[in-house]
């Protein structure tokens, strides 16, 4: 029960990578607040996760400001505090860079980095006043790979890095850890959407032989926001089963 008590939002978790930490969060005795896009899949992740503890749900589109606010207010005003962000949601809209629309690229901009942003400007007012805080922000190897057709991702991604570094710098002060997590080919929905070809191309590549599951990912979350890393902050690290 590492995170006993603590209350945590973790965003985009509905499903994948969110979910499951989600689920690890609860079993480790955390308040759990999550939200997504969707309000049907959300609905049926309350459900699920209700089993494992105090779950609230919340249909936020995390490229929307205003959303977020109202999220955190809501989460603020039932619970007292806000102990933990976990900043998970994020997209993808792929294409070759001649080819990407403005679009293409402002969609994936406005949601992986400016809603970390928003997210964690949000939070940050309850952190500061108890002088503790626990920020993970979900990176991804495509920041190091800079994997083909995603110009927009990648940099999304690479620049959550760089924030990581900025807000662990300036946050510690506060009482405030702030790390980030890269996962590299954790078996999702959104993953197992890559064609065959391309998945078994990357397999062979990785040292383990073996793709990491939605678990492994979250609990890596929930190491880094409990109190067994507390002298951790301003990092990245790569969970990719040796592939980097």
Known sequence: MKL???????????????????????????IVNICARNAKKLEVAVAELSEYGTVRGYVVDISKKDQIVDMVEKVQAEFGRIEILI????????????????????????VNLKGTYYFSKAVLPSMMEHKYGRIVHATSVSAYNGNFGQTNYAATKAGIIGMTRVMGKELGK???????????SIMTDMYSAVPEEAREKKLAAIPLRRYGTAEEAGKLFAFLASDEASYITAQTITIDGGFN
């Open 87 to 110: 900043n998970n949601a994020g997209i993808t809209s792929d294409a070759q860079f001649y080819k990407m629309t403005d679009e293409q690229f402002d969609e994936v901009i406005n």
């Open 174 to 184: 506060y009482g405030i850890t702030v790390n980030a997590i890269a996962p590299g």
């Open 4 to 30: 006993k008590n603590k209350v945590a939002i973790i965003t985009g978790a509905s499903v994948g990578i969110g979910y499951a930490t989600a689920k690890v969060f609860l079993e480790e005795g955390a």
